[in-house]
């Protein structure tokens, strides 16, 4: 999760993509009012004995329009309270002076900038009250703070937003990623958000399920590259960990109670709380609603997981027994583990108990990832090697689990460590959910069809559940074409 600062919804851009455009106002005087500076300090003071993990950031209307003395204010209080962590801002970087990057280092802030390429690209971040000529101005400053702030040594972080107008076809891709090669050879890294399609705010120029499927792609194929290993943006890169365990890292791929959101827990202007913005539009009328504690809600309330239990049930595109109509659900999906149906307020047609607009491209992202790592590494072990709807999504979101993805090429267990189907491996890959809430008699399932019935030793009394190891150890893997103990024709044993 993380902790934001929304003291305003004002911004002098008008992005026409923005699920905070219902909200917003403009002039200074407007924004003077949309805040109380005293309300927000006595939030953060709650926040410091309730919050202490993380320093909240700035992020939420644009928050260069606070006055310089409030941002020293919220900056440096974050700073003295919260261990002089790292804090955030959130900006468009069109404000950015000498006065704010000397805060910025003063108080250890990591500036994430909003921006969608180059100048061409940009459009759609319009500027209010100019036309084309304006709002290319302005997107030349953005350009220009990116690289001012990282030549000052100020950490710096991109949210490019993917629309039709930076990557609607192939020449615009190609346009952005030379941007995007720029930034990574400059040490600026950052990730995409796709444009959202908002009945309130825009239905026309957000990507198809089916064009962000090729960006993705082709953003794999443009980081793999020979010779570019400078090169990194995510989602890939997240989507890389996500496999392996190590976390599931963003919040589009985990759960989320739309009604309150956890990934970003936010004090608005007037002290009380709300979750992300991109709930105000999805299941609301775009103006900022109260959650969390405001409301003596808990934030992603684990009981409050309705969507996420009737996706698994759902049919749809990715249920492999399935051949009736598209349901919009995910029953059966082989990346649920690691997408469990996308952001709510993406849902097919607007609904946010379907799954998202989006997820065709994400499996088709982590398709490709996984190939390419399994290409690579033939032994490793994934989070696709354990059943679909297997319990280890929440424990990886929260780093309590280990799948082990190199067990099979590591000495010391039990068997010969080889990167091409190693035989190290003693213990299924579904092994490390056994020690979570789950029925002895599911588990035992797990085990039986794996190994077989007849090699499967199971005590409901102590819980144990085990394969006789020498046999399981012989058992053929699926595609080794029946030769048990052998590699197949690949291999000289």
């Known amino acids: 999760m993380t902790l934001h600062i929304a003291a305003n919804t004002g911004c002098n851009l008008g992005c026409t993509y923005c699920y905070e455009e219902p909200d917003r106002v403009m002039k200074q005087k407007q924004i003077d009012n949309e805040y109380d500076i005293d309300a927000i300090m006595a939030r953060l003071e709650e926040w410091k004995e309730t919050k202490p993990w993380e320093p909240p950031g700035m992020h939420g209307g644009e928050p260069l329009l606070l006055r310089k003395e409030h941002l020293d204010q919220i900056f440096a209080y974050c700073y003295e309270n919260w261990d002089e962590k790292r804090t955030h801002i959130q900006t468009n970087a069109t404000l950015i002076d000498d006065d704010h990057i000397e805060l910025f280092k003063k108080y250890n802030v990591s500036v ?12 759609e971040r319009l500027a209010r009250g100019g036309g084309k000529d304006v709002t290319d101005h302005m997107s030349a400053r953005t350009l220009s703070a990116i690289e001012r702030l990282a030549d000052e040594g100020v950490p710096v972080g991109l949210i490019v937003v993917l629309h039709d107008g930076n990557a609607g076809n192939d020449e615009k891709l190609e346009k952005l990623l030379a941007q995007m090669d720029k930034w990574n050879a400059m040490g600026i ?31 794999w194929e443009w980081m793999m590259e020979p010779g570019q290993d400078y090169r990194s943006w995510n989602p890939m890169r997240d989507f890389q960990n996500n496999l392996l365990g190590t976390s599931l890292r963003n919040c589009i791929v985990n759960t989320c109670d739309v009604y309150n959101a956890g990934a970003a827990q936010i004090i608005k202007g007037d002290g009380e709380q709300t979750g992300c913005g991109k709930t105000w539009a999805a299941v609301g009328d775009g103006v900022p609603f109260l959650q969390g504690e405001s409301t003596d809600n808990r934030y992603n309330d684990p009981d409050e997981q309705e969507r996420y239990e009737m996706l698994k049930q759902v049919p749809g595109a990715c249920d492999p027994e399935y051949d009736g109509p598209d349901l919009g659900g995910l029953r059966g999906c082989r990346y649920w583990a690691v997408d469990q149906g996308g952001c709510p307020s993406a849902g097919i047609d607007g609904d946010y108990r379907n799954r998202s607009t989006f997820h065709e491209a994400h499996h088709a992202l982590y398709e490709r990832i996984e190939g390419d790592m399994r290409r690579m590494f ?26 082990k993805p190199f067990v099979n090429m590591q000495h010391g267990n039990g068997g010969e ?13 579904f092994s490390i959910i056994t020690n979570m809430d789950m029925p002895f008699e599911a588990r035992q399932k797990l085990y039986e069809d794996y190994y077989g019935e007849e090699i499967v030793t199971a005590d409901p009394a102590t819980g144990s559940i085990h394969a006789d190891s020498d046999v399981a150890r012989l058992q053929p893997r699926a595609d080794d074409d029946g030769k048990a103990g052998c590699c197949g024709d690949e291999c000289d044993c």
């Open 112 to 123: 994430g900038i909003s921006c969608d390429g180059p100048i061409e690209l940009n459009r």
């Open 189 to 219: 890294y950052g990730h995409y958000n796709p444009a959202i399609p908002y009945e309130d705010v825009q239905t026309d120029i957000s990507l198809t399920g089916e064009r962000l499927a090729e960006v993705y792609l082709r953003t």
């Open 378 to 403: 033939p032994a490793i072990r994934l989070m696709t090697d354990l059943p679909w709807d297997a319990p280890v999504s929440d424990l990886a979101a929260s780093k309590q689990v280990d799948i």
């Open 417 to 429: 460590p080889n990167v091409f189907r190693g035989t190290a491996e003693v213990e299924p890959p």
